[in-house]
DNA sequence: GCGCTATACTTGAGGGCACAACTATGGCAA
DNA sequence: TTGCCATAGTTGTGCCCTCAAGTATAGCGC
């Protein structure tokens, strides 16, 4: 039974890799900037994505495609944000449905502070372990998968 | 500003599609799993792992190492399993401390319905997306992961 | 045998997230 | 204009998980 053992297919093994590897990873990382800087890995995602928005600012619901959360997830997540006056509503002029999150410049130098250990960290992680090209390669395939809720629903809907 | 993007790093791509990835795939799929079967994404693992294990029953520890979760965690997990019947208790002879999870027939036959439907989505999400040697490759270099958190937590230590 | 530390597990408290239900606004069609 | 559906966001509820603290057993030096 040790020896002989039976054949997984492939994508059963990726998959495995990929949960415990994620569990694995962000239990760690989590910790480490949730210890440092007082962050979530998803308050960082949030302040980060700002960050690269057009004027610092986006609506929610764009926020919540981009990292993967749900609208109650990031109005919660926001919450947070805005107690803590890294982030601010802003309303939207032609629409009074959407308010914006806004990085305030606390914000930002919040997110310029943890950037340094949480990319340090991401760098331990995978530099040691993979070859220039190989990053590039695991890079291309992971970009390859569902990046949003929607993408993943289609796959596994035609049943019958 | 569309064109003209600053290059990141690769491993920081990598990191981000992976994070991505991982929330969708597994809300999607644990949704899934949580809709048809009543089950976690983690109940499975564990049902898996144990039908896997010698004599179908495991220390609560090792469990809670292959599945990544802490020792609380498992705690909580069986708990539910055991109150749905699919898992049981029971004492170790040569030490009082540890107490094992066994898998019961009702837990068995959980596990193989839920695996027909489980591993039809994981089929459609993983063989939809990648060719044979892709996949191969694929599952090579997330298993270089660190699978443990004691593997990532060393990874991150060495600071001044 | 007596402490000391390590290990296995449980429990209380709290946070993050999802789902469902709800409000409010926008847009379209008759 | 009125009705109807879609979209943006919030709130109540509950699950899952972690951390910290606590209990119980094991093993070891003395």
Redo the contacts between chains.
């Keep these: 039974m040790a020896t002989r053992t039976i054949k997984r297919?492939?994508?059963?093994?990726?998959?495995?890799?990929?949960?415990?590897?994620?569990?694995?990873?962000?239990?760690?990382?989590s910790a480490?900037l949730q210890r440092e800087h007082g962050l979530t890995?998803n308050d960082y995602?949030v302040l980060l994505h700002l960050s690269h928005a057009e004027g610092g600012r986006m609506r929610r619901v764009d926020l919540a495609q981009q990292?993967?959360?749900t609208a109650s997830g990031i109005t919660r997540l926001l919450e947070g944000l805005e107690r803590s006056g890294f982030v601010c509503k802003e309303t939207c002029a032609s629409d009074a449905r959407v308010s914006y999150a806004k990085l305030t410049g606390e914000g930002a130098a919040k997110l310029k502070v943890a950037a340094a250990t949480h990319?340090?960290?991401?760098?331990?992680?995978?530099?040691?372990?993979?070859s220039?090209s190989?990053?590039?390669?695991?890079?291309e395939?992971?970009?390859?998968?569902?990046?949003?809720?929607a993408?993943?629903?289609t796959?596994?809907e035609p049943c019958s």
């Design positions: 297919p492939q994508q059963i093994d990726s998959w495995v890799s990929f949960l415990r590897a994620h569990a694995a990873i962000t239990r760690e990382l480490q890995l995602e990292v993967v959360l990319l340090r960290g991401i760098d331990e992680l995978f530099l040691s372990r993979y220039g190989e990053l590039t390669t695991l890079a395939l992971l970009a390859r998968l569902p990046l949003t809720g993408d993943c629903k796959s596994s």
